[in-house]
T-cell receptor, first 117, second 114 residues
Framework: GAGVSQSPSNKVTEKGKDVELRCDPI?????LYWYRQSLGQGLEFLIY????????KSGLPSDRFSAERTGGSVSTLTIQRTQQEDSAVYLC???????????????FGNGTRLTVT | AQTVTQSQPEMSVQEAETVTLSCTYD???????LFWYKQPPSRQMILVIR??????QNATENRFSVNFQKAAKSFSLKISDSQLGDTAMYFC???????????FGTGTRLQVTL
């Protein structure tokens, strides 16, 4: 597709349930990132993929959070046993390379708004 | 650890006027990159402008320009001839030459009024 696609756009779940959030990056982009944006806050880094491997998982807040990427393309962020503090917008981004440089900036999706009731 | 500080939670500007959004950062690295992203109500983060630390010349993209003061670790965004469509959250972001991720500030909500 033309841009980064995330689904669902909005998700309401009950506390304790598991949720899966999907990210479909721009074709050919090897780097993929997950960020979390809580109300009134900036973006909090969660995890970075280069291809199918995740060299940086330092931002995952607990072992309830996990992510995988298959075929160097689609990524899924899974939150197990959701808690109310997990409520946030989860943003995915992709880039041609690691995205840190001038010539390979991040392209973001529209995010998934997760509400845990 | 690198930090990015945006000290203005909210700003307002009249259409056609100029506004400056502040951003400071803290790092011990010498090679790094700075970015401003815009987030409209659609939630999608859109890259507005970027600057490499080793470049002394301030970056400019149409109505958007930066004032990069490396010694002061300051990276402000100036929006000239503000338009209603500029209404959004603006985030300053930082990345080092070796890091795999961007570090973001907490954002400034800009409202452009008639």
């Amino acid at each position: 597709g033309a841009g980064v696609s995330q689904s669902p756009s909005n998700k309401v779940t009950e506390k304790g349930k598991d949720v899966e959030l999907r990210c479909d990056p721009i074709s050919g982009h090897t780097a993929l990132y997950w960020y979390r944006q809580s109300l009134g806050q900036g973006l909090e880094f969660l995890i970075y993929f280069q291809g199918n491997s995740a060299p940086d998982k330092s931002g995952l807040p607990s072992d309830r959070f996990s992510a995988e990427r298959t075929g160097g393309s689609v990524s899924t962020l899974t939150i197990q046993r959701t808690q109310q503090e997990d409520s946030a917008v989860y943003l995915c981004a992709s880039s041609l390379d690691k995205g840190r440089g001038y010539n390979s900036p991040l392209h973001f999706g529209n995010g998934t708004r997760l509400t845990v009731t | 650890a690198q930090t990015v500080t945006q000290s203005q939670p909210e700003m307002s500007v009249q259409e056609a006027e100029t506004v400056t959004l502040s951003c400071t950062y803290d790092t011990s690295e010498n090679n790094y990159y700075l970015f401003w992203y815009k987030q409209p109500p659609s939630r999608q983060m859109i890259l507005v402008i970027r600057q490499e630390a080793y470049k002394q010349q301030n970056a400019t993209e149409n109505r958007f320009s930066v004032n990069f003061q490396k010694a002061a670790k300051s990276f402000s965004l100036k929006i000239s001839d503000s338009q209603l469509g500029d209404t959004a959250m603006y985030f300053c972001a930082f990345s080092t030459g070796t890091a795999s991720k961007l570090t973001f500030g907490t954002g400034t909500r800009l409202q452009v009024t008639l």
